[in-house]
């Protein structure tokens, strides 16, 4: 079957760095997409990566190693708006997004 | 200008009642969907359309039924509504399918159903 796999809530200080990682199992691969979504709001795009390696974007960073099914998100350099819940979502070869459950971040003073 | 509007945002009903809601799209975008998200925070793909033609339709009680009357527009109706039905339910749409890199996501609001 396909899934994706991502810590429920991690917790991090405001100013530090804070990594979350995302595994999935898909039939096919067409990409792997970050959202960032705040209480009560909508998720919002946030990265995307096809090929392996590291894409940065600001304080935001997003990591694709396909051979292993692996995909990270790092944030630098905390700040309380950062309090919210990242979501993994990877495009199985129908170009269907398989979604993870989610990952609250918790940022604290 | 708001890229994906849907209404109502909130929405209260009793249980057996019949209700909609509207998306409607100003990005030019080819494709829409419906998601449905749960108090447990998983979003879940229900329908997809793209320009008015239904693509994707997961298993979905056919109490659900979406209609597209053009592109620019995909609403939800839902009959005999049940308690299990209340979550948030969210419209977005993308420029297109087939393109990996043109399926970024824009999401409406979402309208929060609650079902007493």
């Known amino acids: 079957g396909q899934n994706i796999d991502q810590p429920t809530e991690m917790t991090a200080t405001e100013g530090a760095i804070v990594q979350i990682n995302c595994t999935y199992q898909?039939?096919?691969?067409?990409?792997l997409f970050w959202y960032q979504q705040h209480a009560g709001e909508a998720p919002t795009f946030l990265s995307y990566n096809v090929l392996d390696g590291l894409e940065e974007k600001g304080r935001f960073s997003s990591f694709l190693s396909r051979s292993k099914g692996y995909s990270y998100l790092l944030l630098k350099e905390l700040q309380m708006k950062d309090s919210a819940s990242y979501l993994c979502a990877a495009m199985d070869s129908n170009y269907q997004l398989i979604w993870g459950a989610g990952t609250k971040l918790i940022i604290k003073p | 200008d708001t890229a994906v509007s849907q209404t109502p945002k909130y929405l209260v009903t009793q249980m057996g009642n019949d209700k909609s809601i509207k998306c409607e799209q100003n990005?030019?975008?080819?494709?829409m969907y419906w998601y449905k998200q749960d108090s447990k925070k998983f979003l879940k793909i229900m329908f997809s359309?793209?320009?008015?033609?239904?693509?994707i339709n997961e298993t979905v009680p056919n109490r659900f039924s979406p209609k597209s009357p053009d592109k620019a527009h995909l609403n939800l109706h839902i009959n005999s509504l049940e308690l299990g039905d209340s979550a948030v339910y969210f419209c977005?749409?993308?420029?297109?399918?087939?393109?990996?890199?043109?399926?970024?996501?824009?999401f409406g609001a979402g309208s929060r159903l609650t079902v007493l």
């Open positions: 359309y793209n320009n008015k033609e239904l693509i």
């Open positions: 898909t039939s096919g691969f067409n990409g």
């Open positions: 977005a749409s993308s420029l297109g399918l087939q393109d990996s890199g043109a399926n970024v996501l824009t």
């Open positions: 990005l030019g975008h080819d494709t």
